[in-house]
């Protein structure tokens, strides 16, 4: 299976260290780990940062060519916690991976799956890129991975990603402030999954919810899966490990409950790891 994936990447910078991340790039980091081939669209600067990035990547196994180099800076994101350990992002923009743009080679892997979220979106330019990328391949199903970061999304923005989307993911926040822009009651995820799944006409839609686990909706079939109990090393890429095991359980026709355990099992396995794409192994994420 081939999935094309557009969006960020970029250095996050921790008090005493820095990581290569990106939600986008941990993203497919973490899918080609589950076995999918995965073409990475982004950019980075002619800079120190970008040419280490470029080779990080291409180690992971994400084709460089499709990573191009702009005149901007490598992206950037300085990272904080708060009092529970939860992860808080300052962005550093514009930023090199703002700069994208959409190829004839990238068009012609003709893509089982696109991959998207919502930091990428919010300029008119990068927007176009992503539509350019959808039009390109018309029979290609849409995995939108919502994650909402300050200052980076509008409610009209967030309307128009869900609804070109066929699967969506999304955290227990993320939730309750989508039905907040709506004007709507936040009473359930069950209620949420359904209302919005028949608005939208989503096939699936996956709700993490940290150590509560997560709720997912699949066709008509909702159910709740429990986490795993973990030592947390850090919760960044987490969520984007789960995306990328969800939408590995969608593509491989497994059962809801299979798709939900196994994310469940990956994203608990990363956060037990340090930074945003440890090493880990599908016989390892079984094994919790």
């Known amino acids: 299976m081939t999935i094309v994936s557009i969006g960020e990447i970029l250095w996050d910078l921790f008090p005493a ?13 973490h899918a080609r780990k589950c076995g999918h081939d995965v073409v990475f669209l982004s950019a980075v600067g002619n800079d120190a940062r970008g040419h280490e990035a470029i080779r ?4 992971l196994g994400l084709p460089p060519q499709y990573i191009q180099t702009v005149d901007f800076p490598t992206g950037r994101v300085t990272v904080g916690f708060d009092a529970a350990g939860h992860p808080d992002f300052v962005m550093h923009r514009p930023a090199a991976y703002d700069q994208v743009v959409m190829t004839d080679a990238v068009a012609a892997c003709k893509p089982d799956w696109i991959y998207y979220g919502t930091l990428h979106q919010i300029y008119p330019h990068t927007l176009e890129q992503t539509r350019l990328l959808i039009q390109s391949a018309p029979g290609a199903r849409k995995f939108y991975d919502i994650n909402l970061r300050r200052d ?4 009209d923005l967030l309307w128009q990603l869900m609804e070109q989307a066929d ?11 989508i039905d907040r822009m709506a004007g709507r009651p936040h009473t359930s995820f069950a209620e949420f999954t359904a209302h919005w799944s028949e608005r939208m006409n989503w096939q699936a839609v996956a709700i ?3 150590a509560d686990g997560c709720s997912v909706r699949v066709g008509g079939t909702y159910l709740e899966a429990p986490s795993y109990r973990i030592e947390v090393a ?12 969800f939408l590995h359980g969608l593509a491989s ?27 880990w192994t599908v016989a390892e994420a079984w094994s919790l």
């Open 17 to 29: 260290t820095q990581r290569l991340g990106g939600a986008t790039f941990n993203f497919s980091v």
């Open 56 to 59: 990080r990547a291409a180690d």
């Open 152 to 155: 980076c999304y509008t409610p």
């Open 167 to 177: 699967v969506v993911k999304l955290n227990d926040t993320e939730a309750a402030e």
């Open 208 to 210: 993490t919810r940290g």
């Open 234 to 245: 850090d919760t960044v890429g987490a969520g984007d490990s789960f995306s990328a095991a």
């Open 253 to 279: 026709d497994w059962a809801p409950a299979k798709c939900a355990d196994f994310a469940n099992r990956v994203g608990a396995l990363v956060a037990s790891k340090p930074g945003g794409i440890p090493a």
